[in-house]
């Protein structure tokens, strides 16, 4: 059983388009998080969510609107695509949010390509 | 604000025995994590330390030094399999766990 599953895996669209990606957690844990990870591979947070509740919301544009309709799930809505959004994102879970350890969960990853 | 800084790569060769440093700047440090990327996969959980001194796990080992603001990871007995990017990520001590990753150090084991 996958763990942290993102869908889709591949994402190739046009700018301006709208498109989302689904993250979806079967470990009970309480808090989920957005990183992207762009084309030198850094990683950085964008958003996280405890128990559906916003808790993390890094600078990023308004074009991205996370949505948790309950703890095991978290999407991601991306609208008026650009290039710059051209990325890996990928979705993380932890058990609980200021809990003693630094392990996150990840997805596989959504390729999100752009043209 | 924060940094994370870690070398861009290191190359070794098998069976050897490699450290991986990392230096950081941040406001409210709570604790140090590494992960392993392979290409094309998931960064996957190593090690934390929240405490100075060596965490070992295996043929991985981390270290941390609270008061340098400074962590390394510790690879022996290396395998071609451990070709991969590794990177620290600082625990800020937000009331929530944000984790915020270094740059990465892509790792190439050879014969």
């Known amino acids: 059983d996958t763990a942290v599953s993102q869908t889709p895996k591949y994402l190739v669209t046009q700018m301006g388009n709208d498109k989302s990606i689904k993250c979806e957690q079967n470990?009970?844990?309480?808090?989920m998080y957005w990183y992207k990870q762009d084309s030198k591979k850094f990683l950085k947070i964008m958003f996280s969510?405890?128990?559906?509740?916003?808790?993390i919301n890094e600078t990023v544009p308004n074009r991205f609107s996370p949505k948790s309709p309950d703890k095991a799930h978290l999407n991601l809505h991306i609208n008026s695509l650009e290039l710059g959004d051209s990325a890996v994102y990928f979705c993380?879970?932890?058990?609980?949010?200021?809990?003693?350890?630094?392990?996150?969960?990840f997805g596989e990853g959504s390729r999100l390509t752009v043209l | 604000g924060q940094s994370l800084e870690q070398p861009s790569e290191v190359t070794a060769v098998e069976g050897a025995i490699v450290q991986i440093n990392c230096t950081y700047q941040?406001?409210?440090?709570?604790?140090l994590s590494w992960y392993q990327q392979h290409d094309g996969g998931a960064p996957t959980f190593l090690s934390y330390?929240?405490?100075?001194g060596l965490e070992e796990t295996g043929r991985f080992s981390s270290f941390l030094s609270r008061s340098d603001s400074y962590g390394y990871l510790l690879l022996q007995e290396l395998q071609m399999k451990d070709s991969a990017s590794y990177f620290c990520?600082?625990?800020?001590?937000?009331?929530?766990?944000?984790?915020?990753f270094g740059t990465g150090t892509r790792l190439l084991v050879s014969p």
């Open positions: 990520a600082v625990k800020e001590n937000t009331g929530f766990q944000k984790l915020v």
């Open positions: 993380a879970s932890s058990p609980r949010t200021g809990g003693d350890t630094g392990e996150l969960f």
């Open positions: 969510y405890n128990n559906k509740e916003l808790i």
């Open positions: 330390n929240a405490l100075d």
């Open positions: 941040t406001s409210g440090f709570y604790g």
């Open positions: 470990l009970g844990h309480d808090t």
